[in-house]
């Protein structure tokens, strides 16, 4: 059951998450390279020593037929259009879902919807926006509809969330940069006490103290955790330096003063 899950992640779990994000950023990655490679056996008709068409060769070599191919060919040819000054947007699409909403596009289109829907769209909690075939889909539509280039993006300061999943107050914008290398550092930690737990495994590692080592390990990152942005204050409101008690003038509040808000504190953060 999800619910019973800790939010926490153990090393183990932490490791395995690596593990997987680097499939799927090489599987992102392959989209791309495959569409390409594709397109370069159909170009350039490599496949008429052994198939007469395109079409057959691809169902006997790869048990896809031409139109799937011709669909990836369109989605990495969508990905090298997105350029500017010479050099490719940044994020680029990151799924086929999200290019093949730009394959129907001019090449000037597919930049302007690609770029509003990077702007528009929402945020996880590391600022990085979450783009969705559906929301790419809406940003073609306001592009193609008006015509008229979209509106300059609201500017990227502010549009941070922190734990609660509220937008960081611009005034907070900094501080909350800073607090998220902690992240960073939590994460070097956990892979450093991998490391050391591997040693331990070995022969001559029994010296090592593991229990000791974990124990302490584990208080490192808690005490790093302890420091972690959680929220903005709900007494100053955000309002860094001033003489407030619960921040004391941070403006932003851990999650063990979080923890012991009254409801009534709680309710500025979490208006109903
Ligand atoms: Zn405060």
């Known amino acids: ?86 050099k490719p947007l940044q994020p680029l699409p990151v799924n086929s879902a999200q290019a093949a909403m730009l394959v129907k596009c001019p090449a000037d289109v597919a930049i302007k919807a690609w770029e509003h829907a990077v702007n528009t769209a929402d945020v996880n909690t590391d600022g990085e926006p979450i783009i969705t075939a559906k929301h790419v889909k809406g940003a073609v539509e306001s592009v193609m509809g008006n015509g008229a280039p979209p509106p300059p993006p609201p500017p990227v300061p502010g549009r941070s969330k922190d734990r609660l999943g509220r937008i960081v107050e611009p005034a907070l914008e900094g501080p909350y940069k800073e607090n998220a290398s902690l992240v960073d550092a939590v994460r070097k930690l956990q892979s450093a006490k991998a490391a050391a737990l591997m040693v331990a495994d070995r022969t001559g590692g029994e010296w090592v103290e593991t229990p000791e080592m974990t124990r302490l390990f584990e208080l490192l990152e808690s005490t790093l955790k302890f420091a972690w942005y959680h929220t903005t204050c709900p007494d100053c409101r955000g309002d860094v330096g001033k003489d407030c008690e619960t921040c004391n003038g941070y403006g932003y509040i851990n999650r063990s003063t979080y923890n012991r808000l009254t409801d009534e504190q709680r309710s500025w953060l979490n208006p109903l």
């Open 1 to 86: 059951m999800e619910s019973e899950l800790s939010t926490e992640l153990s090393i183990a779990e932490a490791e395995r998450l690596d593990d997987l994000v680097q499939v799927v950023e090489q599987g992102m990655a392959t989209f791309i390279q495959v569409g390409r490679a594709l397109g370069e056996i159909q170009q350039s008709r490599l496949y008429r020593e052994t198939h007469d068409t395109f079409d057959v060769f691809c169902t006997q070599r790869f048990g896809f037929g031409a139109s799937r191919a011709r669909q990836l060919i369109g989605v990495s040819g969508v990905v090298d259009n997105l350029v500017e000054n010479g």
